[in-house]
């Protein structure tokens, strides 16, 4: 099988808290945020986070204004419901 770039950064996907795959599965919870957020929750930049452990490290729940304006974050079909409630802004 021959992975596209994009699946192969996908590939070390593995949430830095809890060990949980965060970007290899279906559905996932890949996405981007902006730097700033990202790097007051993981200085060390690299790794990744799923939403649950993103939200405990930075104390709050994430919400609309949290997410870049990129393709990675509008694939609604294939991410989780818990993040699809995040980018979206429907927080029930
Ligand atoms: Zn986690």
Redesign the pocket.
Known sequence: MVYTQDELQRLDGT?L??G?E?TFITPDEYYMVHDSLWLSANPDDDGK??V??LENRIGRKLNPNDFIDAPINRRFAAMSERLKSRIVGDCR
């Open positions: 949430c808290d809890c949980a965060v986070l799923c649950a452990c």
